[in-house]
């Protein structure tokens, strides 16, 4: 269904990278749902190269966890190159160079969406990494810097140019950050213009939304990102739709719970429960997003230390939600 070279992939429906977010647990749940290939947090190759703990830590997987793409961030060719040498040791499928972070303290280093106003930096950084890499090189860029500069289609030639297997673009500029609409002309022209896959991200937010990132940039996959949040039905619901045109009916809140609670497990699986109870709040508003009468709940959520807290928390919703539908 899409094939990025040698990965031969079942489906195009992707997880997007997001840091702080697309931990072990989070990859494992959503690949229940249909989620075809999924991302690790973003890695610096810098920060690589200290082989901390908690890096090493990122970049465990398991045989749930596939198939999996790293995304390395970085500019300088010298930890580039010593964090190639070091990935040689990790398990993964596919391997993707971030030239689309717009935060300040990535890009005032030069690296993430800086890198798009210097597309013939990005297309030497990317034959460096390709050069070095045992499984197929991708890119993530952005619309462009700001609404005065959008060179996508420039730096998606560079890009191509340097060897990669598959082009990521979200659809918005630097300056747009994360705000504003996605803008699919631009995703269009990119796709028109090259050889290589294209995958499109930008405000994936429900089944009818993922029709119409296909339908008007002829893009050969998405990459699902806010809106796996607390959401994991998405790739299920994108999938009914874009086959049968069926839109499935929302999980009931018992249906959200059940599904929270096992998200809980694999993170107490896989940071503890004193960690992976603090990592999990935030999660708590994301499921419970739609729920009525939720404000008390989430603040309550937001101080949670143990499982069994969830627990009750997770009672109280449900029941507060089903007395309002009987109601
Ligand atoms: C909290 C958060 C963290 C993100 N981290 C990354 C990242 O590490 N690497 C990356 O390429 N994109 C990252 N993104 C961008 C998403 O992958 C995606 O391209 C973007 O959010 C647009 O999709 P959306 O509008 O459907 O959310 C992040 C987005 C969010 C909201």
């Known amino acids: ?27 494992t749940l959503n690949h229940t749902f249909g989620c075809e290939l999924a991302f690790v947090e973003m890695i610096n190759a ?11 830590h990122m970049l465990s997987t398991n045989l749930k966890d596939k198939p999996l793409g790293l995304q390395l961030l970085g500019c300088e060719p010298k930890f580039i190159q010593r964090a190639m040498d ?46 070095n890499s045992k499984v197929p090189v991708t890119a993530k860029i952005r619309a462009g810097w700001d609404k005065d500069s959008l060179n996508a289609k420039e730096a998606a ?24 609409s996605v803008d699919y002309k631009i995703i269009k022209s990119v796709k028109d213009a090259l050889t290589i896959p294209v995958i499109a991200s930008g405000d994936i937010l ?28 998405i790739f299920r619901e994108i999938q009914e739709f874009i086959k049968n045109g069926k839109i499935i009916p929302r999980p009931s809140p018992q249906e959200i719970m059940r599904t929270m ?6 993170c107490i699986d896989f940071y503890g429960e004193k960690v992976g109870v603090v990592i999990f709040r935030k999660f708590i508003a994301w499921y419970t997003k739609g729920f009525r009468k939720i404000r008390p709940l989430r603040e309550k959520a937001s101080r949670v230390k143990t ?21």
């Open 261 to 266: 609670l096992k998200h809980l497990d694999l």
């Open 1 to 27: 269904m899409l094939k990025i070279d040698t990965l031969k992939l079942s489906s195009n429906l992707i997880l997007s990278p997001m840091a702080g977010i697309t931990d072990l647990p989070f990859r």
């Open 157 to 180: 030639l560079y890009a191509q140019d340097a060897g990669i297997k598959a082009l990521f673009i979200h659809g918005r500029s630097k300056t747009q950050g994360y705000s504003g």
């Open 307 to 327: 499982k069994e807290e969830i627990l009750t928390l997770s009672e109280e919703f449900l029941s507060v939600n089903t007395r309002e539908k009987e109601n």
């Open 86 to 131: 070091i990935l040689q040791e990790y398990e993964f499928d596919v391997l993707d160079f971030n030239a689309a972070c717009p935060a300040k303290k990535v890009t005032r280093r030069g690296e993430g969406a800086s890198l798009l106003k210097e597309p013939k930096k990005l297309n030497q950084l990317l034959k460096l990494i390709i050069k």
């Open 46 to 56: 810098r920060s690589l190269g200290h082989k901390s703990k908690k890096t090493q």
């Open 206 to 233: 429900s089944a009818q939304l993922a029709k119409r990132m296909f339908d008007e940039t002829g893009c050969d996959g998405i990459a699902v990102a806010r809106g796996a949040l607390g959401n994991p039905w």
